[in-house]
């Protein structure tokens, strides 16, 4: 079993930066890949950005260039630096976590975090 915490969200202006933090625990040395996912009122939950426990990472286009995803496997984190932040990225979102290889399908992560809000508005 894993547990995952986040922490970080929060209101931020257009424009913004916020980082957010998930910290495992449980059978953390079988993770592999860890992601982050968003879900906006009425929309289905997406893949931002994840990263293997070998650094490879993956990107939505829509945060490409913005968003970056980086581990820390000594405090069994993994963040996700959130610049220049949109409106449109207004969201709840979820750290995930799968002992197998990286996956963008939210159905191959069965562990999940209860959640963060962000809310970027003026």
């Known amino acids: 079993q894993v547990q995952l915490v986040e922490s970080g969200g929060g209101l931020v202006q257009p424009g913004g930066s916020l980082r957010l933090s998930c910290t495992a625990s449980g059978s953390i040395l079988r993770i592999n890949a860890m992601g982050w996912y968003r879900q906006a009122p009425g929309k289905q939950r997406e893949l931002v950005a994840a990263i293997t426990s070998g650094g490879m990472t993956n990107y939505a286009d829509s945060v490409k260039g913005r968003f970056t995803i980086s581990r820390d496997n000594a405090k069994n984190t993994v963040y996700l630096q959130m610049n220049s932040l949109k409106s449109e990225d207004t969201a709840i979102y979820f750290c995930?976590?799968?002992?197998?290889?990286?996956?963008?399908?939210?159905?191959?992560?069965?562990?999940w975090g209860q959640g963060t809000q962000v809310t970027v508005s003026s």
């Open positions: 995930a976590a799968r002992f197998g290889l990286f996956s963008s399908d939210s159905r191959d992560y069965p562990y």
